[in-house]
């Protein structure tokens, strides 16, 4: 099958997804600066999970750069990957809202541990129905980065329970960690 269709809807699914999470942050009903400070968590939130939902969309655009044909099974797991994706608004409402309270951290953090996995499983799909000495297959590599990702979602989680700011800068780590985009991908193309 030809990648296009699950390209295209895949970017429609994230372009969404940014459009609730904005629509979620509310006007403020005074018409001074001091209205804003309790948004300040939430704003604060939304910007995270924005940087969350681009470096998803970014990875994803760059490892369907090497991706030459799918299967059925990889539409199954592109959808896992945008479930566990769309939460991510009602997690970042939550976690705003709430002034990072232990178990809205924790949450957010499940939610991206399982973006995270439903990601690995997709990057797992793809390498499945490729050659091992595909493009794909080499710019893939160990994956090292992701794991250690995982890791650290998996550590904020219980963390977030007596201590939810580190939980936010473990998420926060992991988010600087991938801004680069992806250069493996970049690299095997070029050769």
Not at 10 to 36: Q, R, W
Not at 109 to 120: D, E, M, R
Not at 149 to 163: K, M
Not at 184 to 191: A, D, F, G, H
Request: charged letters at 10%; aromatic letters at 14%; hydrophobic letters at 55%.
């Amino acid at each position: 099958m030809h990648k296009g269709r699950l390209e295209a809807f895949s970017d429609g699914v994230i372009a969404i997804i940014i459009t609730i999470m904005v629509l979620e942050m509310k006007v403020p009903h005074g018409i001074d600066f001091a209205a804003l400070r309790p948004l300040v968590p939430v704003f604060f939130s939304y910007v995270l999970s924005f940087i969350y939902v681009g470096i998803y969309w970014n990875n994803h655009h760059h490892l369907f750069q090497a991706v030459q044909h799918v299967k059925g099974g990889v539409l199954w797991a592109n959808l896992h990957f945008l479930f566990w994706l769309s939460l991510f608004p009602f997690v970042t409402s939550w976690v705003g809202e709430n002034h990072f309270a232990p178990l809205t951290v924790a949450l957010y953090g499940g939610v991206l541990l399982l973006t995270g996995c439903a990601y690995s499983i997709l990057v797992r799909c793809l390498l499945a129905c490729h050659a091992p000495d595909s493009a794909l297959a080499k710019a893939i590599g160990s994956d090292l980065k992701g794991w250690v990702s995982l890791a650290l979602y998996a550590l904020g989680i219980p963390l977030a329970c007596w201590w939810p700011w580190v939980s936010i800068a473990l998420y926060s780590c992991v988010a600087i960690l991938w801004l680069v985009p992806d250069r493996r991908i970049e690299k095997v193309l070029v050769e």
